[in-house]
């Protein structure tokens, strides 16, 4: 039952193995294209920012504007005599750079440009309540001449950012350009490009889904194939070890049969006979004198039938008795019909030179057209097997006499109303 169990659970795994290793390599497959795409486009969205930034940075306005509010008047800041004129010179900048600014925010598709002097004060910004106003994250890198390129959390919310220094002509930094696109945006394009990616993705898993169905249909197939090939194993070791038993039994038996009989100790043999099967005996049949093997077969055929309610007919128009294999062919005929609920059984055996004819044919329910085909094939029984040692030998056996004497056997309807078997053999092996 263990095996059994393990051996079961062991196939199923092997079926959904293929759709299994579908999944996981569609899966791994689309979380790698989402890796890649996310890094895609940050880059793109890294250079694009780090490019408005630059060139707006490089523009003669912007520097021009930011040099009223270069180094030596920044230092000034502090005094009262120049604070007014540093916050004209900012106006200024501001009335000269935010249409600039709000011109490169719409063409370059960035969310905002934000153009502060040298002391980090806003000269331009999308909100005009922070034009004026200090920058919100640190802006040290840029006013130190250091370009950066990173994601900070700003007045408008996280947004991927380029900070680039503005320099005058003679080099000195006056300013800084930072130019950012937010992170919200960047999330939605990604989602655009999940959303083209998916329908490949479900494709691929459904071609992958159908190609591993038809794989795991083929190896349950191939399963079906192998268990049918392993019952019929089991059924044929477990027939050929009954078979082995009955054999030594048999064996043995008729040794101690052939003992009695041999030192005329008639009487013991018969009941000896008695005590291994009980036998019924019906009248001699005074027609078949000279023929002890085919009366014998008859009289005992005869017995066995009646006493399952069947009555034998016999007509035998043969010049010799038979042999053990044509005694066999008989009896296993016989027996199947009334095995098979006949009432009267009818054989017919007739000897032509070299060849034996004959029919045996029942009332009985008959055989299905669609099982005749089947009936001599070793195994097939219309009858359930209650030894568990497997049924569907007769007729195997019925047919293999016959081909080896080179015979031939068909199976036909009889006007008995039952199933008709014909057959046609050497009489002599």
Request: hydrophobic residues 40%; aromatic residues 4%.
């Amino acid at each position: 039952m263990i095996s059994w169990t393990t051996s079961r659970a062991a196939r199923i795994g092997i079926l959904f193995l293929p759709s299994l290793i579908v999944l996981a390599c569609v899966g791994v497959t689309v979380a790698i294209a989402v890796s890649v795409q996310d890094r895609s486009i940050r880059e793109t969205t890294g250079e694009r920012v780090r490019h408005v930034a630059t060139n707006l940075a490089a523009l003669t306005q912007v520097q021009d504007a930011l040099s009223g509010v270069g180094p030596e008047r920044a230092g000034l800041s502090g005094r009262a005599e120049a604070a007014h004129d540093l916050e004209a010179t900012l106006r200024a900048a501001q009335r000269d750079l935010q249409p600039l600014a709000d011109l490169v925010t719409e063409t370059s598709g960035v969310d905002y440009v934000v153009i502060a002097d040298v002391r980090g004060v806003r000269a331009t910004h999308p909100e005009l309540e922070e034009r004026g106003e200090p920058l919100s994250t640190d802006p040290s890198d840029a006013l130190s001449g250091v370009e950066y390129l990173g994601t900070e959390e700003g007045t408008l919310g996280p947004t991927l950012r380029a900070k680039v220094p503005v320099r005058d002509e003679q080099g000195h930094v006056v300013g800084m350009v930072s130019v950012g696109i937010l992170e919200s945006r960047i999330a939605e394009d990604l989602s655009d490009s999940l959303r083209q990616l998916m329908p490949w993705a479900l494709a691929a898993l459904v071609v992958g889904t159908l190609v591993s169905s038809l794989v795991a249909a083929a190896l349950e197939t191939r399963f079906q194939r192998l268990d049918a090939a392993a019952l019929e194993a089991d059924r044929l070791r477990r027939t050929a070890a009954a078979l082995r038993e009955q054999s030594h039994e048999f064996n043995t038996r008729i040794h101690v049969i052939h003992g009695l009989v041999s030192h005329g100790d008639t009487a013991e043999a018969i009941d000896y006979i008695q005590t291994l099967a009980p036998v019924r005996t019906t009248p001699s049949d005074d027609e078949l004198q000279g023929q002890p093997l085919l009366r014998a077969t008859v009289e005992a055929l005869r017995a066995e039938l009646e006493a399952s309610g069947a009555r034998l007919i016999g007509r035998f128009e043969l010049t010799s008795d038979i042999d053990d294999e044509l005694a066999l062919l008989l009896a296993n005929l016989c027996r199947n019909a009334g095995e098979a609920g006949a009432s009267t059984v009818q054989c017919w055996l007739a000897q032509e030179g070299a060849r034996v004819r004959g029919t045996v044919e029942d009332d009985g329910p008959g055989i299905e057209t669609s099982q005749a085909e089947r009936v001599f094939a070793r195994g097939f029984s219309s009858k359930p097997d209650g030894t568990g040692a497997g049924r569907g030998v007769g007729l195997d056996l019925v047919r293999r006499i016959v081909l080896a004497r080179d015979g031939a056997i068909e199976l036909g309807r009889s006007e008995l109303g039952g199933a008709r078997f014909g057959f046609e053999l050497d009489a002599k092996p």
